[in-house]
């Protein structure tokens, strides 16, 4: 049986005030249960609040992104470490957002993923395609590549700690989502990825989320194809009853 996962990415947004609303709001409103693990994923000034805000329930927090390097002469970055130490267990690598914008390649991206194993924390690894792969039908040799460059080097035994979310790049933050079908012949094809390279069985365990545009009008469709596991959730993750309502479309 797979992990059911739906995590809220928060990007950029909420300062102190606007995240102590949110998560109180979640709090109060989500009880557990239904075998869903809920994640939340506050920018790096919030993360220990949301930790110490959410630590009587079972929602969990994870950081949005890491540096590679376990210390040192970095300005700006943030390590592993740092993240474990104030209760994060759990990091979002290699979003679109960090490929294009921050250009990080696969190749970094490979060693983030090993710095986070290494500190025993669990990674949601981030693929999609953008419009134009897409439209050439060059989107499954863009997933695999970067599934191949960024995740694929891990020992057999660290999958346990791995979780992977397909985001189209042409549907995040667009308003336009991924048909279910589309999301679930991407997902189907992750999979058989996966098990061409590490086996049935660790295929048939890892969890796969869809993120891009789920709303509360569209996650129940999106999350009942068989081999769609949860969804990783930008704008509609920043007002609480979306969030909730996403959650129990699963
Ligand atoms: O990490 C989340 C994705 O980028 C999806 O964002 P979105 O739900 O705002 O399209």
Redesign the pocket.
Known sequence: MRDKIVAG?W?MNNDLAQAEDLLSKIKNNWSGGGGVRVIVAPSFTNLYHAFESLRETSVEVAAQNMNENESGAFTGEVSAQMLTSVGVKTV?LG???RRAIYKETDELLAKKVDAALKNNMEVIF?CGEELNDRKSKNHFNVVKTQLEKGLFHIPTNAWDKIVI?Y?PVW????GETASPEQAQEMHAFIRKTVSEKSGEEIANQVAILY?????PGNAEEIFAKEDVDGG??????LKAEDFLSIVQAI
Not at 171 to 174: D, F, N, Y
Not at 211 to 215: A, E, P, Q, R, T
Not at 232 to 237: F, K, N, P, W
């Open positions: 990415n990007k979002i979003h679109s957002e981030c979310a985001e549907a995040i933050g667009t993120g891009g545009s789920v709303k990783l959730i930008g704008g509609a993750s």
